[in-house]
């Protein structure tokens, strides 16, 4: 974790939820985190990651509950090492997966995961029944984010989310790109993530020494995401997010803006968890989803700028990645338009 690595105000908001209505005691518990308490009436305020991380270590302590009371039953301080001690001893990710949400559901009684796979997608879908709308809306998102990091754990790479919906509106914030992808909806008819299903094909890297280490400092894993910030990958991220296709290198090209030969750059990117094939459909897809819902572009504009020889090729690789074409997409996202929008919703804390 960085020093200059940070989170936003709201999540701090679903740490403290669970103190009620005993403002002296959310006051003490982000003092001795070192966070300002005007901070969490500012949803989009940014709190150093340190910070926050050692929030969610008092909270658990404070609260006696590892889900931070936003749940009716909870979990005990010990259950989330209990459940990691058991998800690495499975062979890959699918069988992971179920078993970590099966795990889950031994404790919590409000939310209940469900892992679906359809042919090449694989979605997480979450029914959840709080108490009320806070706890479920923070509930929620805590649920999720820790499903995907541990996904990203157990594999070891960072696994990209294709779609995020969830049934709560709220503030747009700078971390939700990081969290859930640029498919991000809020306010839809049901929450749940989706990506590729072969992703679950992975085996789980992790032993007993690495979970040792992942549980002392779980709180920055799950609040970052799996990532190395200072890799290769995110080296070649950044750089084809920040340039046109037309622009984009080859792999050799690339390999040697490194100083690397081509096989020591695609081995390099193997130990992070990726390729660079896998990084260009990932930024592909990114820029897609951003130019549909924020740009007035043609979608034949945006098949061109994003490397489609045609537009029916986009049109094909769009289904592919989310089951509609990109003008049902477009056209979703304008009629939601009309709607209340979500940037004046979900407010202060409680």
């Known amino acids: 974790m960085r020093e200059k690595d940070s989170v936003a ?29 005007a901070l969490i009436e500012q949803p989009t305020a940014r709190v150093p990651a ?19 009371r936003l749940d009716s039953h909870g979990m005990p301080p010990g259950s989330f090492a209990l459940i990691c001690r058991a998800l690495i001893q499975e062979p890959d990710l699918h069988k992971a997966m179920r078993q970590c949400l099966a795990n889950f559901a031994l404790f919590l009684r409000d939310f209940r995961g469900t892992l679906t796979v359809r042919g090449k997608r694989a979605i997480i879908s979450l029914d959840s029944h709080a108490q009320n709308e806070d706890a479920s809306r923070f509930g929620e998102e805590t649920f999720l984010v820790l499903m995907i990091s541990l996904l990203c754990w157990l594999g070891g790479r960072r696994i990209p989310i294709d779609r995020a919906d969830f049934r709560h509106e709220r503030v747009s914030l700078s971390d939700d790109r990081l969290l859930w992808g640029p498919n991000l909806t809020f306010g839809a008819e049901r929450t749940e993530i989706e990506f ?70 695609r081995r390099k990117l193997e130990r992070e968890g990726c390729s660079y094939q896998e990084i260009k459909d990932e930024v592909r897809r990114g820029v897609a989803f951003e130019q549909l819902r924020e740009s007035r572009a043609s979608i034949s504009d945006i098949a061109e700028q994003l490397g489609f020889q045609e537009p029916s090729a986009f049109h094909r690789a769009f289904k592919k990645w989310t ?22 919703l979900g407010g202060g804390a409680r």
């Open 196 to 265: 590729a299903s072969h992703y679950l094909r992975l085996p789980v890297v992790q032993d007993l020494a690495s979970l040792k280490v992942f549980l002392r400092t779980a709180p920055q894993w799950l609040v970052i995401r799996f990532r190395n910030q200072h890799g290769l990958a995110s080296q070649v991220h950044q750089r084809l997010r920040n340039s046109h296709y037309s622009q984009w290198p080859t792999l050799q090209a690339f390999a040697l803006e490194q100083h690397l030969s081509p096989s020591t750059f």
């Open 50 to 68: 340190s910070a926050f991380a050692a929030l969610w270590l008092i909270q658990i302590r404070e609260l006696n509950d590892e889900f931070f």
């Open 323 to 344: 089951g509609e074409s990109p003008g049902r997409y477009r056209a979703r996202f304008q009629d939601s338009q009309l709607m209340p929008s979500a940037k004046n």
């Open 9 to 37: 105000a709201y999540f701090v908001q679903a740490m403290i939820h669970g103190q009620g209505d005993n403002p002296q005691r959310s006051r003490a518990a982000l003092e001795e985190a070192g966070i300002d308490p």
